[in-house]
């Protein structure tokens, strides 16, 4: 990931806030940003996409598409255009692709690129260097495709596509949409039907997007449980896509208002799918003030501006069946507890483990570092809430979140917090702090 201002880390510093007030918008959603960006370029035709998300993530999976052959360009109303070469019509990129900080961008892209005949190398950064890529490349492997991996499974690897490629069943391991989504996408230039099994529900961007595409996708429940299977070898058609905005970045300016004494402020066009919301119903259950404005459709989904008024918050248990629904919230929810009343218990957190840092071990820290008492295990974590002192400087560890919920956190706490390094923020929050400050936060530069 090349980081264009400065490849020094950034410190910031956030202080006490009075009330947050304002209307405002958050970027356009992450997953379905890559989505509409590799759907378009193995689709028919020109797919047009209004509010992409213009993050480094996003970024990094145009370029990789435009590498395997699609014509990808932003015109200058910001709108992106997406010529697609159709299934099966990816070639071999000349250099390897660079998917930076994102694990979604590059699982999902070897998943689309598994069942083409190219070769192609990945590369990312450290962060994403740790990351597990077995959990991919052992589906795909299942359908001919051959990797080269460095130790452990992770990034660099080169993937070689399979030519005749064999449908597959698919039984998740672990409740990840990423892998359900590159088991389906290899399933599209597949002859005959690819089946996932999903046991427990994750967000499900892919099959949404994928019928608007025109692809041959069903889900049944069998016994409670997900069957999602996909015809392959069938055309994708273009589509005008608009994405709305991604409830996992507005959980940071509501966290932010929630805490922060005499505020209130609107989240404007904010997606609203079950599968992504479970943050939104802990915070109400916490006895947040929430209140959905103006609910309409918009790119396939639920959309509502969401009003938030600063709440008097009490600790709750988050059951564990909850985290697939919320499990990029956790880091801010984990600062919302440390302001509520009561101790918030979280369970069901495995996975937080191998997000862009482990999570659940820096979030514990930087709780810690700002005095606010935390236990926890492999999997759950508890904050015992009644305020963040704060004073702290918290490590980042390359992970846009961690540094975003931890500027939430000086908002409201009594000395300002610290975080060694924002540059990450802009993988999915380009504006973040001029947004934050524009409602009234007080980050500065340290
Ligand atoms: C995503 C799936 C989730 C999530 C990530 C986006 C997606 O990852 O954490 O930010 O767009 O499919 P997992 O599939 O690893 O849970």
Same mark, same amino acid.
């Given at each position: 990931?090349?980081?264009?201002?400065?490849?020094?880390?950034?410190?910031?510093?956030?202080?006490?806030?009075?009330?947050?007030?304002?209307?405002?918008?958050?970027?356009?959603?992450?997953?379905?940003?890559?989505?509409?960006?590799?759907?378009?370029?193995?689709?028919?035709?020109?797919?047009?996409?209004?509010?992409?998300?213009?993050?480094?993530?996003?970024?990094?999976?145009?370029?990789?598409?435009?590498?395997?052959?699609?014509?990808?360009?932003?015109?200058?109303?910001?709108?992106?255009?997406?010529?697609?070469?159709?299934?099966?019509?990816?070639?071999?990129?000349?250099?390897?692709?660079?998917?930076?900080?994102?694990?979604?961008?590059?699982?999902?892209?070897?998943?689309?690129?598994?069942?083409?005949?190219?070769?192609?190398?990945?590369?990312?950064?450290?962060?994403?260097?740790?990351?597990?890529?077995?959990?991919?490349?052992?589906?795909?492997?299942?359908?001919?495709?051959?990797?080269?991996?460095?130790?452990?499974?992770?990034?660099?690897?080169?993937?070689?596509?399979?030519?005749?490629?064999?449908?597959?069943?698919?039984?998740?391991?672990?409740? *990840?949409?990423?892998?359900?989504?590159? @088991? =389906?996408?290899?399933?599209?230039?597949?002859?005959?039907? $690819? &089946?996932?099994? /999903?046991?427990?529900?994750?967000?499900?961007?892919?099959?949404?997007?994928?019928?608007?595409?025109?692809?041959?996708?069903?889900?049944?429940?069998?016994?409670?449980?997900?069957?999602?299977?996909?015809?392959?070898?069938?055309?994708?058609?273009?589509?005008?896509?608009?994405?709305?905005?991604?409830?996992?970045?507005?959980?940071?300016?509501?966290?932010?208002?929630?805490?922060?004494?005499?505020?209130?402020?609107?989240?404007?066009?904010?997606?609203?799918?079950?599968?992504?919301?479970?943050?939104?119903?802990?915070?109400?259950?916490?006895?947040?003030?929430?209140?959905?404005?103006?609910?309409?459709?918009?790119?396939?989904?639920?959309?509502?501006?969401?009003?938030?008024?600063?709440?008097?918050?009490?600790?709750?248990?988050?059951?564990?069946?909850?985290?697939? *629904?919320?499990?990029?919230?956790?880091? @801010? =929810?984990?600062?919302?507890?440390?302001?509520?009343?009561? $101790? &918030?218990?979280? /369970?069901?957190?495995?996975?937080?483990?191998?997000?862009?840092?482990?999570?659940?071990?820096?979030?514990?820290?930087?709780?810690?570092?700002?005095?606010?008492?935390?236990?926890?295990?492999?999997?759950?974590?508890?904050?015992?809430?009644?305020?963040?002192?704060?004073?702290?400087?918290?490590?980042?560890?390359?992970?846009?979140?961690?540094?975003?919920?931890?500027?939430?956190?000086?908002?409201?706490?009594?000395?300002?917090?610290?975080?060694?390094?924002?540059?990450?923020?802009?993988?999915?929050?380009?504006?973040?702090?001029?947004?934050?400050?524009?409602?009234?936060?007080?980050?500065?530069?340290?």
């Amino acid at each position: 990931m090349s980081h264009s201002t400065t490849d020094k880390p950034l410190p910031l510093l956030s202080r006490k806030a009075n009330g947050l007030a304002g209307r405002i918008r958050v970027p356009g959603d992450k997953s379905m940003s890559h989505r509409s960006l590799m759907f378009g370029a193995v689709a028919t035709g020109e797919t047009r996409i209004t509010g992409l998300l213009e993050a480094e993530d996003v970024i990094n999976t145009a370029k990789a598409m435009a590498a395997l052959g699609a014509n990808v360009l932003r015109d200058d109303h910001g709108v992106w255009h997406v010529m697609g070469v159709g299934v099966g019509g990816l070639t071999s990129p000349a250099q390897p692709l660079d998917f930076g900080n994102s694990g979604t961008g590059v699982r999902l892209a070897m998943g689309l690129m598994a069942t083409t005949p190219l070769s192609a190398r990945c590369i990312g950064d450290a962060s994403l260097s740790r990351r597990p890529m077995g959990r991919v490349t052992r589906p795909l492997a299942q359908f001919g495709t051959r990797f080269e991996t460095s130790e452990g499974d992770r990034l660099p690897l080169t993937i070689h596509g399979a030519a005749d490629a064999k449908p597959v069943t698919y039984t998740l391991p672990v409740a *990840s949409a990423q892998v359900k989504s590159a @088991v =389906l996408l290899a399933g599209l230039n597949t002859p005959g039907t $690819t &089946t996932v099994i /999903e046991p427990v529900p994750t967000r499900d961007h892919t099959e949404r997007m994928l019928a608007s595409f025109g692809a041959r996708i069903s889900v049944a429940a069998k016994d409670g449980v997900r069957h999602i299977s996909i015809e392959g070898r069938h055309e994708l058609k273009a589509q005008e896509l608009a994405i709305p905005g991604d409830p996992s970045s507005a959980a940071f300016p509501m966290v932010a208002a929630l805490i922060t004494p005499g505020s209130e402020i609107v989240i404007e066009n904010i997606m609203l799918n079950p599968t992504r919301t479970g943050l939104f119903v802990t915070l109400e259950e916490m006895g947040a003030s929430i209140t959905y404005e103006n609910r309409r459709q918009a790119g396939g989904e639920d959309v509502a501006d969401i009003r938030v008024r600063a709440s008097r918050l009490k600790g709750v248990r988050v059951p564990k069946d909850r985290a697939p *629904s919320m499990i990029d919230e956790y880091p @801010v =929810l984990a600062v919302a507890a440390s302001f509520a009343e009561g $101790t &918030t218990r979280m /369970e069901g957190l495995e996975e937080l483990r191998v997000k862009e840092s482990d999570r659940l071990a820096a979030v514990e820290a930087g709780l810690q570092a700002n005095g606010v008492m935390t236990a926890s295990g492999p999997d759950w974590l508890e904050v015992h809430g009644g305020g963040a002192p704060g004073g702290g400087t918290v490590v980042t560890h390359m992970d846009h979140r961690i540094a975003m919920s931890f500027l939430v956190m000086g908002m409201a706490s009594r000395i300002h917090t610290g975080i060694d390094d924002s540059r990450f923020i802009a993988t999915s929050f380009p504006g973040f702090t001029d947004l934050m400050n524009g409602m009234g936060g007080r980050i500065e530069t340290k």
